[in-house]
Each structure stands twice: as C-alpha cells, then as structure tokens.
C-alpha cells in the first residue's frame, strides 16, 4: 500500500514540477538531436533553448541516449509528433533513421527543419514527404576559407602539406577539398597524408614531412585536434611553419591566441541549434522557408581568438544570418 | 507465484469473496507478492503517473508508439531470460544484433534478395549463440568472459564487414513490416507477441523447459537426474542468438539501414528487463511475460519522460534507479 501512496504522491510531484507552461508563447518545439555524451550536441542543445528563451518559443530538446541510439532516437520523436508541437526541429544520428517516426509529423503539415546531418531525400520522397529545409555546416567553404587564410599568410609558390582525417570520410574529404580549391594554382601542396584524426598520428607525419621538406611554409590540418599535434611538431623543428586547423575547440581558440596555431576556421553548432529554432519561429508566422541554409564558418586567428574564447560556444563577432534577416 | 498450499484449496472450494478477501490482505502484505510482480506494478504506476501528468501518453496512438517501440526489446529480453535461466548472462546479445543487421544489409545489398538476407541474418546470429554455448560448456570458460570476448569479437567482426559503413536497405517487405498494422497492433508488435506466447510454452509446457530451469536451479542434481546440462545451455545461448536474428530484422526495417553501430542501451535494458521482470540472475526461476512486461515499462518510461519533456539526461538515472528498486524488492523472492 505503501508503494500506491508513494507513486501518489509521486505523480502529483511531476504533474506540477514538469506540466509544460503553455502560454505566452509564439510556438511550441519539439527538438531531437543527436547523443549528448558529446560536447558537440551538448553545444547545439544550448544554442536552442537559449535562441527559444529569447524569441519566446517554447521548447522541448529530447536525445539519443548515445551516438549509436537509432531506434530510441526514433522512439522519443514518435512520442513528441504526438504531442502537439508547431515544429519539429530534427539532427538525426544516420540518413534514414528519423523517416519513418516523421511520417505523421509530415501528416500533420507540421513544419520539419533539419539541422547538421542530412535526411536522405530519397527515402523520404518514399515515405512521402520532404523537409522543409536544412540547416548545416558547408564543409568545403570551410576548407576554402582556410585555404584562402593560408595565401595572406605565405608567399605565393610556397610548400603547403596537407592532413586530412580518416580515409574516404565525407566531412574531412570536403574539408580538404574546399582548401585544394582555395589555393590552387597559387600554392604547391607536396604531399597528403591521413592522420585518422588523431593527434598523435598527425604530430608523427607532421615531424616526418618537415624532415622531408625543409622549406615547407604551412600545414592546413581538417580538424582542430590533428592542427594541434601538427603544431607540436612545427614548434619542436623550430622553424616557423603556419598551421591552420578547422573547428574551433577551446583547446586550439586557446592555441591561437596563446600565439601557437596560427589560426582556425570555426564551425558553431551553437549557432545551427538556435538557427533552427529562427527557421521554426519563421514557419509560424507563415514565411516561406529557404530549402538549404549555409550555417556560419568563420575564421580566428590572433585578433579575434580572445573574444571567441569569451563568448564561447557562440561566435567572437557578429556572422551572417539570413533566417534573422527573415525575421526582421 | 505459488500459493501456500493450505490456503490454495480453501480459496478454490469456498466462495471467492468470502475466503479470498483476507488472503488478498495477506498477499498484499506479503513483500514475494510484490517481487513477484515488480514489473506489472511498475508497468501499471507508470501508466498513472504518465496518464495522470501528460494528457497524450494514454491516447491509443501513443499506446501503439509504445508497443511499437518496445518491440524490438521485448524479444531481446526473451532471449537473455532463456539464458538468464540457466544461471548465465549474454553481453554480446546488441552486438549479434548490430552483426546480424550488418549481414542483412550486405546480402539484401548484393542483390539475393530480401528473404534470403533476414534468413541468413539469424542463421548467423544463432552460430553465435551456438558458439557462445559450445564455450561455455566444452571449453569450460565463464558465461561472462565469452560472451565478453564475442561481444568484442563480434564487434570487430561487424566493422570489417561493413567497412565502418551503414548499407542503406530499401525493401517493401521491411517497409511493411515496420509500418503495416494487423488489427489494433503493427507488425513487429505481433512478432514480439508471437515470440512471448512460443518462448512461454517452451518454458512452462515441455520437458525442455524443465530441464532449463532445474539446470540452472540445480546443475548438480540436474544431471545427476540424467540431464544433460551442457546442451540445455548450448541451446539456451543458440535461443538467445536467434532472439538477436529477429530483433536484428526488426531494427533494420524500423531504421531503413543496417549500421555497424552497437545499440548499447539495447543490451542493458534486455538484462534491465529479466530483472525486472522477477527473473532470478543465479538461474532456476524465471517467466517469459515478466521480462516482456519489464521491457514494456521500461520503453513506457522513457516515452512518459520524453511526453514530460523530462530532459535526456534524467532518463538514464530514472531507469537505473527503477532497476535497482525492482533489484532490491527481489530480495523479498521466496
């Protein structure tokens, strides 16, 4: 009996301390994202519930229990398109996961932004609908805008290495793309070598093709982690070498300004989170919304790296928006 | 579950309220009563308390949504019973799942066909089962260290298979699956319910199942009664294995591809499960509709909580806590 007067009382607790406040508020949204046992989603996490905060939309953020949570991701979206939300705000952990829970969001005419990783188009098509648009991070204009720091930063001619991550991974092989574009014909990239990215493995090939060559002028590296041990090698050969890294983790926002990483391009999953909630504020005021949204890069290095560190997980400066735009 | 034997009669030959209502008092007093059924008065305070907080949670689609999704677990959960039973435990349960999805995705991928990809899925994953038990017992190792080392093994296994990649599955079949109804229930649902019903008649209405439980009660004197212990737990773990086959089916049609990704939740809810379903960890006793019953409020709990808008982070620690309180009512087991 006990157990009942517990459960009770239990449940009176909940009802009062979870009932969701339902008034004065433009629109309800329903978010999942990936596991928040990375920084990362936790980052995202934060830019939507502060960017819903402050636009006065409420806001429910659900997560995968870890990265490889494919059905309970899908799980706890079923239960939200129940409920009912004027949005519904979706990173899902593989292309298709996400398709079949967001088939009766589709029924409801609900409005589904996707964030970060991409929806398959064709599976959705199958399972009738399509997103309403997306909003990611443009890996190959990232590269590009290093490359493009990279020919202010040394002669016109010189060496350049490049690291790039696991081989035949998506993400590192825009990265590196983006860069080879920015600086052809302008700069001599040697050689290209895979460092799993690992810091430790980059720190190795980067000591061995500084043996190899000596007047190597710079090194772009696809993530922040692999820029750091690259780094490491450059200062133990003493020679003066630039290297650019791409993510913007404090650990490399602090290198830089700390005058050791020359410099980094700065992805901001704070910003695609609160970015998302724009878009669903958007579609319920009725406005039409774009189909692909590029999510802000941008580049720190010395000048700017001290205030990137201090409004940290958001961008040091102002950055394009055109969802604010919109909004306006 | 079993009554004291002097009262049984009484209650049978006399009128039902008369007799029964003091022995209901007793039963309800008595903490066996509760360890017995943990998970059925969890599974019904969760209904309350979610009924009563969220007005969603008890509509009929929710209520669907929920069998849906615990599908995949409540067949799991079946497997790690008949295991469980026979005093040992099965860790490499998800990865046979993930191995399994893995080798539907690569067949269905080269072109042989649907059916011949989720056959062959579980004909892999019970050879795993199968090797877990021909371990144990001729090989003499401890249940957790082999099905550790497949755990890893498999693990490996998957990736090199799939080259780290997911295998997209496109099939009408699997699309059905996952989405068509048959009356009130989908697909995967009746599956998970024709499994409890096969997996409960072996248990309580062969010789196998006693021979299963009385090995993991009492090896010794089981085999002393001429039970061949060692191939009771040999099929004990093929059963689990072939769990996995059908679980791995059902996780690629729910998701559309097979991922080289371990579902870890979906292994320590499986034991969350047996555990709450009053299954006993040192074997000899055991029930197949408790486990499913725990599985069911376990996926009932996380979806209440997500209705709830309860952060993720909270949902672990509810689940936790809820298995070691079903943990320590056990205690009370006679």
Sequence with gaps: MRMFNCLALGAGLLATTFAVPAHAEDAKVAAIVKGLDNPFFQTMQKGIEEQAKADGVGVNVQAAANMGDATGQADKLTAMALQDYDCYLVNPISVSNLVQALVPVAQKKKPIVNIDSTIDAEQAKAAGFAVSTYIGTDNVAAGALAGEEMLKLVPKGSKVALVAGIVGDVGSNARIKGFKQAVEGKLDVVVMVSADWDREKALTAATDILAAHPDLAGFFAANDIMALGVERAVQTSGKDVKVIGLDGIVDALKSVAAGELTATVAQYPYVVGAMGVEACKLAAKGKELPANVPAPVLLI????????????????????DPLREMLK | MSLPADNAPASRQAGVHEESRPS???????????????????????????????????????????????????????????????????????????????????????????????????????????????????????????????????????????????TMV????????????????????????????????????????????????????????????????????????????????????????????????????????????????????????????????????????????????????????????AALIMRYQK
Aim: some cysteine.
């Design chain 2, 170 to 325: 496109g099939s009408t079949f699997l699309l059905k699956l996952a989405s068509g109804y048959l009356g009130p229930f989908g697909y995967p649902v009746w599956v998970a319910i024709a499994a409890v019903l096969v997996a409960h008649v072996a248990l309580y209405h062969t010789r196998f199942g006693v021979h299963l439980l009385a090995t993991g009660g009492q090896a010794e004197s089981a085999s002393a009664l001429g039970i061949r212990t060692n191939r009771v737990k040999i099929a004990a773990y093929t059963i689990s294995g072939f769990c996995a086959g059908i679980a791995s089916i059902l996780l690629v049609a729910r998701i559309g591809s097979a991922e080289p990704q371990i579902n870890t939740s979906l292994l320590l809810n499986s034991v969350a499960a047996v555990v709450l379903g009053g299954v006993s960890l040192f074997g000899g006793r055991a029930s197949i509709l408790g486990p499913a019953i725990g599985a069911l409020m376990l996926t009932a709990l996380v979806n209440g909580l997500t209705l709830l808008s309860v952060s993720a982070f909270y949902q672990p620690l509810a689940v936790g806590v809820i298995v070691v309180l």
């Design chain 2, 24 to 166: 209901l008092a007793a039963l309800l007093i008595d903490p066996s009563f509760w360890a017995d059924w943990a998970s059925v008065v969890g599974l019904v305070g969760l209904v309350i308390l979610f009924g009563v907080t969220s007005p969603v949670f008890l509509s009929v689609a929710n209520m669907q949504a929920i069998l849906l999704a615990a599908a995949i677990l409540v067949v799991l959960s079946i497997g790690q019973t008949f295991v469980v039973a026979t005093s040992g435990i099965d860790l490499s349960l998800a990865a046979s799942v993930m191995l399994g999805a893995v080798i539907l995705g690569l067949i269905h991928a080269a072109g042989l066909g649907i059916f011949a990809a989720c056959v062959l899925a579980v004909l892999a994953t019970s050879a795993i089962g199968l090797m877990n038990g021909l371990l144990i017992t001729a090989g003499r190792i401890p249940d957790f260290v082999v099905t550790l080392g497949t755990l890893s093994g498999i693990t490996g296994l998957g990736l090199i298979l799939s080259g780290g990649e997911p």
């Design chain 1, 301 to 320: 290095n010395k000048d700017n790296a001290e205030a990137s560190l201090k409004n940290f997980p958001r961008p040091g400066g102002d950055y394009p």
